[in-house]
């Protein structure tokens, strides 16, 4: 059964960094890509960056602007979002999702795991 768990969210100040991780088990040997998406009260859950499983490419929204690095480590699985200059823009619950479709895109509807979330604050 695969399970994802994200942690390292928190409060910071605009213009902070935060690094967000997420363990990802029971995905076995297979190629997968993954991604983390965010999400505010109200609104659509919204794609941030995507690391794809055969090559290792990213994807990014466009208004992380190259604030935001999306990594990860395969012994043992796990995603890392590493956030910098961060705006109070960015406030939200940010999700780690993992897909074995070979081409997703950086739209939910690609993602079929899903983490529980951890909640990122930024204040002015």
């Known amino acids: 059964r695969v399970q994802l768990v994200e942690s390292g969210g928190g409060s910071v100040q605009a213009g902070g960094s935060l690094k967000l991780a997420c363990s990802i088990s029971?995905?076995?040997?297979?190629?997968?890509?993954a991604a983390w998406f965010r999400q505010v009260p109200g609104k659509e859950r919204e794609g941030v960056a995507m690391?794809?499983?055969?090559?290792?490419?990213?994807r990014y929204a466009r208004f992380v602007r190259g604030r935001f690095t999306i990594s990860r480590d395969t012994a043992p699985h796990t995603l890392y979002l590493t956030m910098t200059n961060l705006e109070p823009e960015d406030t939200a619950m940010y999700y780690c999702?993992?897909?074995?479709?070979?081409?997703?895109?950086?739209?939910?509807?690609?993602?079929?795991?899903w983490g529980q979330g951890t909640q990122v604050i930024v204040s002015p």
């Open positions: 029971g995905i076995g040997n297979f190629d997968h890509s």
């Open positions: 690391i794809y499983g055969v090559g290792s490419d990213t």
């Open positions: 999702a993992n897909t074995y479709a070979r081409a997703p895109s950086l739209d939910k509807s690609w993602f079929t795991y």
